[in-house]
């Protein structure tokens, strides 16, 4: 085996190579280190690399390591703490700031023998489907780099498509999973709320929630049984499973009831041919393997989700520039942000409390109304996005009317954000390839708390028709 191709193995098979002594861990993460050495200058998915730490840490490891992960190297969406590392959350105010402590995922991560190799890229506040911040550059997406890799853990996507990670960390507030994996041809899950701690620094989320980019099925459930649980202090939590989600995903898949739709939740979006072709070829494929398979549409459009929906999560986006202006140690102000950022900001300052809580009210009904419609269903396929990888550019945060792009943006990923909104598991898979050489996903939504039923059906698709060898060119 050449040492390129190490980097597109999967995780747990690097980890049995290093348990078994065939491979050592600094002989592992040198790998990555010289493949984010030698690929990163065309890619820019980092935005800081810990040479010297990630090897230290790698020579603390030796082989017959229990830990399921011990010795891979993996890298950290640059939104959540890294003891030692930056944290700048793609903004200028915090672009100097060093974590002095690690967040919840990142010492699970370590504990479970993972080596942080370094932190990759988002867009500023981790606002946009793509990765394109001002104080990075953009990321390119390494199956045809004038595209997007996805966003907002567009950086950690980009790293592991490239080959210079075999896994990495991402967070998930609209689709910030999911959508990167589409269009990078990997394993998306959005966990079900509740499912990961945000701690230490909140007692929950109500959009967001952390999980990994990976190439496989058997990879991500892995990994959510080491992110998984509560953490003390957390006001919400979902119920721990009766097995190992590992365990669960490798199982048989009885006969499922499949809802399947095209039609996106934002009224203005129009889908692809290319998009809502994936959607039927995959409700075909699982029609083959057995499962009852319904034309539904979803109750999408009882209120205009895309608005209400933007303006929860543009509450949360002003909060997070609150924190970096404290971070700063004084009040953000325009020239301190790219202007969509600034936009937003100010648009939810002018807000009053009534209004930012009832469109809260708003989305949580619209979201009880699309739990019950669905529950005649074991699981609901759309595709992933609605139109393939944008072009670099294509969403400007410094358009003239810089909120214009923040719409634009949904326009995109209308089949994301409405799983945020209602707190349940959905994973982005890569079932096919385009005509364009890009990838091209679909999206298995799951019942509330059900990532085991969603992940086991997952791994049939993925036993049906692999995914994981195909990898970009040069890449």
Known sequence: MSEAALMYRSALELAELVRAGELTAPELVEVSLRAIDEKDREINAFSQVDHDGALAAAEAIRAGDPRPFAGVPIAIKDSRAVAGLRMTHGCELMRDFVAPYDHNVTRRLREAGCVIVGKTTLPEYAILPTTEAHIFGPTHNPWRRDRTPGGSSGGSAAAVAAGMVPVAHGTDGGGSIRIPAACCGLVGLK???????????????????????????????????????????????????????????????????????????????AVDPVCAAAADNAA????????????????WRTIDVGDVFGVVFASHVALLIAYSGRVA?????????????????????????????????????????????????????????????????????????????????????????????????????????????????????????????????AAQLEAAAPWAARTPVGG
């Open 284 to 299: 075909e494929q699982l029609r083959s393997l057995g499962h009852e398979v319904v034309e539904f549409d979803p109750p």
């Open 329 to 457: 140690g004084r009040d953000p102000v325009a020239e301190d942000m790219e202007p969509m950022s600034w936009a937003i900001y100010s648009m939810v300052a002018g807000m009053g409390a009534i209004e930012q809580l009832g469109a809260n009210v708003r989305l949580q009904s619209f979201a009880r109304e699309v739990v019950a419609a669905l529950e005649p269903f074991d699981v609901l396929l759309t595709p992933a996005l609605a139109q393939r990888p944008l072009a670099l550019g294509t969403l400007d945060t410094y358009a003239a009317d810089p909120m214009a792009t923040f719409t634009q943006s949904g326009l995109f990923t209308p089949f994301t954000p409405v799983v945020n909104a209602t707190g349940q598991p959905a994973v982005s898979v890569p079932l096919y390839q385009g005509d364009d050489g890009l990838p091209l996903a679909v999206q298995l939504i799951g019942r509330p708390a059900q990532e085991g039923l969603l992940l086991a059906l």
């Open 191 to 269: 966990p079900a709320r509740g499912r990961i701690s945000p701690a230490p620094e909140l007692g929950d989320s109500a959009l967001g929630i952390d999980g990994m980019l990976t190439r496989t099925v058997a990879d991500t459930a892995a990994f959510l049984d080491v992110l998984a649980g509560y953490e003390p202090g957390d006001a919400t939590w979902a119920p721990p499973p009766p097995q190992p989600f590992a365990a669960t995903a490798a199982g048989a898949v009885g006969r499922l009831r499949i809802a399947v739709t095209k039609l996106p939740p934002v009224a203005d979006a």
